[in-house]
């Protein structure tokens, strides 16, 4: 079943992607959902970041290492996630526990607003990278048409 879903949402994005070379938020919350385990308490958080995406104003991947992300959504909106040059999470003795910890925009306007974490869930970023992969691929392909 889990297949079949990853397949349409390929297909869709792919689709979506021949009038667009840039994956849209919508789009791109849609691939890493796809590529997301079950949800988890928390993970171990060393204090660095390894980058992150906003996917709109309710969600993040969050990578804590390069091959190690995380899809974290919020209690809520979180403003500013689109322009903040910088993020911070909170932990408590290196982990980052749902329903407890956040994630604040950093440097995107004067009110800074703390996001609490309501749900995380692990990322499969090789197939995210394939899928990202395979979608330009075939938006140049339509490009060409």
């Not at 309710?58 to 993020?87: E, H, M, S, V």
């Not at 911070?88 to 004067?110: E, I, Y």
């Not at 395979?134 to 490009?143: G, L």
Request: hydrophobic residues 45%; charged residues 20%.
């Amino acid at each position: 079943m889990k297949s079949m879903f990853v397949a349409l949402v390929v297909t869709l994005l792919a689709g979506a992607c021949a009038t667009d070379a840039r994956i849209r938020d919508a789009d791109r919350a849609a691939l890493y959902e796809a590529h997301a385990g079950a949800p988890v308490n928390s993970f171990r958080y060393m204090g660095s970041l390894n980058g992150w995406t906003p996917l709109g104003d309710g969600a993040l991947a969050l990578w804590t290492r390069p091959k190690q992300a995380y899809l974290l959504t919020f209690n809520g909106d979180c403003p500013d996630l689109d322009f903040a040059q910088a993020i911070s999470v909170s932990s408590q003795f290196q982990t980052v526990s749902k329903n407890f910890d956040t994630v604040t925009a950093l440097g995107s306007g004067s009110v800074v607003i703390p996001c609490r974490i309501r749900e995380i869930r692990p990322l499969d970023v090789a197939a995210i990278k394939d899928a990202e992969r395979q979608m330009r691929a075939d938006a140049q392909v339509s490009e060409r048409k």
